[in-house]
């Protein structure tokens, strides 16, 4: 069974970059059929996707946070990962990992890593 | 982008009762991907229904799903105790993909 796992710093300083990673075991993120997503759930809100990567390193960035992401991925490792630049304390947020197929829903989380901006 | 508004914002309500939750869209959702999940605390969101209108794998069939275009409801035949969470729809039909601002489901 598929299983992705976050992983990265808790505690981001204001105007720096925050970074994680996704690993996935159980299944190769090289499948054609899946786009690997990053999604964030600020303490009491709903949740916002950030954006999505495919294995071949094609990314799709929601416009609000366009300026200041960037997704990478490393099949080597079958690994993705996030970064979010110049951040404040509005990124404070629980930080999921997911899969999606094509044209489905998102059907597979991690069990999501919460980091909190703060000097 | 397509902003997802849900209504209520909370329910509060006893097991055994029906309810329908409400998720408006700001324009038509393509082929209706729209989905719906589930999430209780300190736990990561779990889908429900997608497509509108179809069940996912092991999820019980007192929940069921319907609308198209702008409007959509789930509505849940029957409370049951596990129930008691916080619902959010989400459009995959058009990038940005986007939540609603989610339903809680309370004991009264």
């Known amino acids: 069974q598929l299983r992705l796992q976050e992983s990265g710093p808790g505690l981001v300083k204001p105007s720096e970059t925050l970074s994680l990673s996704c690993s996935v075991s159980g299944g190769s993120i090289s499948s054609r059929s899946y786009y690997w997503d990053w999604i964030r759930q600020p303490p009491g809100k709903g949740p916002e996707w950030i954006g999505n990567i495919y294995y071949s390193g094609n990314t799709y960035y929601n416009p609000s946070l366009k300026s200041r992401v960037t997704m990478s991925v490393d099949t080597s490792k079958n690994q993705f990962s996030l970064r979010l630049s110049s951040v404040t304390a509005a990124d404070t947020a629980l930080y999921y990992c997911a899969r999606h197929k094509g044209e489905e829903a998102v059907d597979i989380w991690g069990q999501g890593t919460m980091v909190t901006v703060s000097s | 982008e397509i902003v997802l508004t849900q209504s209520p914002g909370t329910l509060s309500l006893s097991p055994g009762e029906r309810t329908t939750l409400s998720c408006r869209a700001s324009?038509?959702?393509?082929?209706?991907?729209l989905a719906w999940y589930q999430q209780k605390p300190g736990q990561a969101p779990r889908v429900l229904i997608s497509g509108a209108s179809s069940r996912a794998t092991g999820i019980p069939d007192r929940f069921s799903g319907s609308g198209s275009g702008t409007d959509f409801t789930l509505t849940i035949s029957r409370l049951e105790p596990e129930d008691f969470a916080v619902y959010y729809c989400?459009?995959?039909?058009?990038?940005?993909?986007?939540f609603g601002g989610g339903t809680k489901v309370e004991i009264k």
């Open positions: 989400f459009q995959y039909g058009t990038l940005p993909l986007t």
């Open positions: 324009q038509s959702v393509t082929s209706s991907y």
